[in-house]
């Protein structure tokens, strides 16, 4: 497959990037994180009619089955004015993982909903401040026709605004153990489940999830039971991509802003793009960008040909991605000087957020020892 | 693309056939590569086949005309021959500044005739090109370059030295740029000339680097006659064509970023010489730079293959050669460095046969960041014609 977007892809990025750009400025960011709104459910509807939700979804639930290519492209767009959504969360990562565990009455039962909008779902896996998704404790103990689960997951990201959590939990091994992961699509609602939002520095929420005595009925296991590993890490691969996709949009941003801004600021009166000193670290900093888009495309392409590569290279865009946005909103903070700390301008927004997009679904860290293990060292 | 299937079919079958067993290995040392040139002899007949079927075909330079010895490929098929190469670890048949600087401006601004002197002998590896550009004072600043050709009715004169050219001492012929008008402004008063080292006039001296190895010359033109008619393009408008040329110069160098075929990855390399625990190498920070080191590789392998493909979709930017050098060298610096440490006291071992070493190697890779352009001349070139910043 060539390294390009083609001419539907391109399409869809123009239409995505209209849409965002009108619909979710960053002003509205800054409207939300002043106003009591957890979220906006108008831009979630927006994004829906504009069939993203479907994106990645089979044809025949419902989608557009348009590839992670094309999820890829808004998720970047996304990533330029900060947009918040439960976009990756529900359409990319519960739907993939409905698509490969479910039975075909549960794909047919869920999968339409969430192509169309009207569920949200959100991944309950962690329960460690630091990205570690073997390392579950929380329970599920079979009971006759039921599960019954106890434990606590950590930092759920669109916990607070989804209907429904697909939860992992263990029905053998111990922490750290690829076997014994078993997956469960478990109501918000349901009886013994309690969610807690806490406001993050990026002015979004994520939630702590307390499963306390939760009976679920065999039917809400999705796939076989202890055997969730494998398509857990696909999910948490396009999660990691898509992540890095938003995160390419949201760096690029504000590296644009900052040239931009170079070039109006004087100080001994010229304007301070002309001073070598900035030019070069900004050279250097479209450099690594240029490496970003192709890491990210490369390993978007692998999430659609589901390439035996997907993982390193899934693992290799994050990581690349990551060093990369903090590199460039430290700059933009840098170069913007001291209009740059003030809360007033937007450039700081883009530092907080590319911090929290960096910790979801693995940060540099992470994904470096993973890339290593994947590599026999 | 039924085509394309058949070309790679077909590619697949004449490759296994025509490709010599010792020519599928990978390149380790210096003395591997052919370079050819008139003073070259094969060191195995292996190597000789092996150039002499690639050549047949045009296939030493695949895009390249057919009626100048070319391949005559798309780049669609170039790139599958590539990959097909690859795939069976085939050597490159030759390596040439013929072919990968001085035939792509040749093929834009010589005229036919040139194209039809020069041309098929670049392709079949018979003449040895090396490049004079450089000056002892003229390194960044390549446009303030002092030899001078005057004109003599029927011949210009040439005067001066260059500094840095590769292989000098072993090359056949140089293309070389020249002030052929001493008053204009630096940049217009420069010409494009070739001709032979053998002429009357033209030495050249080795000069020993940090490695011990002497792949450089200092090369002295001591009123060298040239016939006119070996001047390339436009009298005064060389730089256009050095421009150009530079260009091809960088996206080679900086394809020294990429690893080798078949070569271990570093990881790898890590893995066999110092052992895992837990399947990890023990020295967590020297892990964590290798893990580092290859998703920059791979990072910078997927740029390649995108500005590429760019290219075909005629989506480019036009940017990529700065980019491309810039980051290629800084990755070889950096790999060398990893293997220098992976090898510990063992890879300092010197060597005094001149053969090639890891300790060498990284000497060497120090020139990469330099030659063809510095790293800095690189970002000089970015801020400016990207990014637009002034000054």
């Known amino acids: ?377 | 693309m039924a085509d394309l299937n058949d070309f790679r079919g077909q590619t697949r079958v004449w490759l296994e056939e025509n490709c010599p067993p010792s020519m599928r290995q990978p390149i380790l040392s210096e003395k591997d590569p052919w370079w050819g040139g008139r003073k070259a002899e094969f060191l195995s007949e292996d190597q000789r086949l092996w150039l002499e079927r690639m050549a047949e075909r045009g296939w030493t330079a695949p895009q390249w005309p057919v009626e100048y010895g070319g391949g005559g490929l798309s780049r669609e098929e170039a790139k599958i021959l590539q990959q097909e190469m690859e795939r069976i670890l085939a050597r490159r048949p030759l390596e040439s500044f013929g072919i990968d600087m001085l035939g792509p401006a040749l093929l834009k601004f010589a005229s036919e005739e040139q194209k039809q002197r020069y041309i098929p002998e670049i392709v079949r590896g018979e003449i040895r090109w090396c490049q004079g550009y450089s000056e002892p004072n003229a390194g960044s600043d390549l446009a303030s370059l002092q030899a001078r050709a005057e004109d003599k009715g029927d011949h210009y004169l040439v005067n001066g030295s260059k500094v840095w050219t590769s292989y000098a001492d072993k090359s056949d012929w140089i293309f070389c740029l020249v002030r052929t008008d001493f008053d204009a402004p630096k940049h217009q008063g420069i010409s494009f000339l070739l001709f032979d080292m053998e002429s009357p006039g033209v030495s050249t001296n080795p000069v020993k680097l940090i490695s011990g190895n002497s792949p450089f010359c200092d090369t002295f033109f001591d009123n060298v006659k040239v016939p006119k008619e070996n001047l390339v393009g436009e009298l005064n408008k060389g730089w256009d064509i050095a421009k150009y040329l530079l260009t091809h110069e960088r996206e080679m160098i900086g394809g020294f970023g990429l690893s080798k075929a078949g070569a271990d990855s570093l990881g790898q390399a890590a893995a066999q010489k110092l052992g895992l625990a837990n399947g990890r190498l023990r020295e967590g920070g020297l892990r964590g730079d290798i893990a580092d080191f290859e998703i920059e590789e791979l990072a910078f392998a997927s740029t390649v293959e995108r500005v590429i493909d760019e290219a075909k979709a005629g989506q480019g930017t036009g940017a990529a050669s700065s980019l491309l050098k810039l980051y290629g060298t800084e990755l070889n610096k950096s790999r060398n460095e990893l293997l220098m440490s992976i090898g510990g006291s063992a890879a300092l071992q010197w060597g005094d046969d001149g053969t090639t070493t890891f300790a060498r190697d990284w000497l060497r890779s120090k020139g990469n960041s330099i030659e063809g352009g510095t790293s800095e001349i690189q970002l000089n070139i970015i801020a400016k014609r990207i990014l637009g910043m002034p000054g």
């Open chain 1, 1 to 377: 497959m060539a390294l390009v977007l083609n001419e539907e892809q391109q399409m869809l990025r123009d239409s995505a990037k209209s849409f965002i750009q009108e619909s979710s400025p960053v002003s509205i960011l800054r409207e939300l994180r002043d106003s009591d709104a957890e979220w906006s459910p108008e831009l979630w509807t927006g994004m829906a009619e504009m069939g993203w939700a479907g994106i990645a979804i089979a044809e025949e639930y419902g989608g557009l089955e348009f590839g992670y290519v094309g999820a890829g492209v808004v998720q970047e767009e996304c990533g330029r004015t900060l947009a918040s959504s439960p976009l990756v969360s529900s359409a990319f990562v519960c739907a993939s993982l409905i698509s490969a565990l479910g039975s075909d009455d549960q794909k047919t039962s869920l999968l339409p909903a969430i192509s169309s909008g009207e569920s949200i779902y959100a991944l309950a896996s962690g329960e460690s401040p630091r990205f570690d998704p073997l390392a579950v404790k929380m329970t599920a103990v079979p009971d006759g026709d039921s599960y019954v689960l106890n434990g606590t997951k950590t930092h759920v990201i669109d916990g607070n605004v989804c209907n429904n959590y697909i939860v992992v939990a263990r029905t053998s091994g111990n922490a750290g153990d690829p076997d014994g992961l078993s997956l469960f699509v478990i109501g918000k609602d349901a009886d013994g489940v309690g969610c807690q939002g806490a406001l993050n520095a990026d002015s979004r929420i994520s939630a702590t999830v307390v499963f306390d005595q939760v009976r679920v009925n065999n039917s809400a296991l999705l796939g076989e039971p202890g055997a969730g590993w494998q398509a857990l890490q696909r999910a948490l691969d396009i999660g990691a991509v898509m992540s890095a996709a938003e995160l390419l949009g949201l760096a690029d941003e504000a590296f644009k802003r900052t040239i931009e801004y170079l070039k109006d600021r004087k100080q001994f009166g010229v304007v301070v793009a002309s001073f070598q000193a900035l030019q070069h670290r900004a050279a250097q900093l479209f450099c690594e960008l240029e490496l970003c888009r192709s890491a990210v495309l490369k390993a978007l392409q692998a999430l659609d040909e589901d390439a035996e590569s997907r993982s390193r290279l899934a693992s290799a865009a994050k990581a690349k991605m990551t060093k990369t946005a903090k590199l460039a909103v430290n700059e933009a903070v840098q170069m913007h000087g001291g209009i740059g700390m003030t809360d007033e301008f937007d450039i700081g927004f883009f530092m907080k957020r590319a911090a929290a997009a960096s910790q979801e679904y693995g940060d540099y860290y992470y994904h470096t020892d993973r890339f290593a293990q994947l590599g026999g060292y």
